[in-house]
């Protein structure tokens, strides 16, 4: 009987951890036009709660400059932490180009899954050379509310006035991300399956045994 017993345990356990990671798609786009340009802001920036425990690619909503800006290289930067100071914890270079001005378009940096403690706060940054590409905010120039409440846009250099409701505190990125290792993963439906078979048939093991007791010592 114990024999039976922690063959179900050890199975149980085994299905659970068969239990694929969960994946997670963030986007965060609270529609406003608003552009601020990389160059201009020394450093733009999005802190950001991580969703999951793996981060495989990160994305922002772009707006190309006027006729004579080029295409130059874009860096991303993923800091821990909700500054534009914090540790380095992953960087990545890349040309992100689309060749009509003034159009807004998005563009992912693909980062190859670096470990995040799910829940935390980060920062994902963004320097330029060229004036060529803006980074699209909300809320619009009147708005009041905050879109995203776990995190807010930053850049290096003060080009939002203190009175702004980018100086409040209340304007955040469109930006986007995709993550693996999602925590609360819930047993899919064949391993709740295995579960109940498996607890089914130690209940029944159980009333035999009691059945067998009883039968004996009416004898």
Sequence with gaps: ???LMTAVALGAGGLGAAVPAQAATFVQDGGAPRGVTISTGGTVGQTFAMIGTSLTSFGFQFQTGLSGTVDGPVTFTLREGG?????ILKQVTATPSLAAN???FW???TLGGVALTDGALYTAALTATTNRLSVIYSPAATGTVDGYTKGQLLTANA???PTTNCGKGICDANFRFD???ATG????PATWALLMLG?????YTLRRARGSRVARQRV
């Design 102 to 104: 003034r159009s807004n």
């Design 185 to 188: 993963a819930v047993p899919e």
């Design 179 to 181: 993550s693996t290792g």
């Design 159 to 161: 080009v939002f006035n």
């Design 1 to 3: 009987m114990k024999r």
């Design 199 to 203: 607890f089914g048939a130690v209940g």
């Design 83 to 87: 500054s534009l100071t914090g540790t």
């Design 107 to 109: 563009y992912d940096f």
